[in-house]
């Protein structure tokens, strides 16, 4: 895996469903996008999300 040097996290939030976007600025100062499908916007989502983010 190529260092990153920058990474940004875009949340979109609605009343029903939760939207996530994960960007990185690699050592070749290319961009790379990570996308999460939607989820709920309750606890079983939030869940979902953090469990993702871990990897």
Known sequence: ME???KQSL???VSKLK???SLGF???K?????????DVS???SGYK???KWLKK
């Open 29 to 37: 100062l290319e961009k790379e996008f990570i996308s999460h499908e």
């Open 10 to 12: 875009g949340i979109d």
């Open 48 to 50: 979902t999300l953090l």
């Open 3 to 5: 260092k990153r040097l």
């Open 41 to 43: 916007n309750d606890l």
């Open 18 to 20: 939760l939207s996530l």
């Open 25 to 27: 600025l690699t050592g």
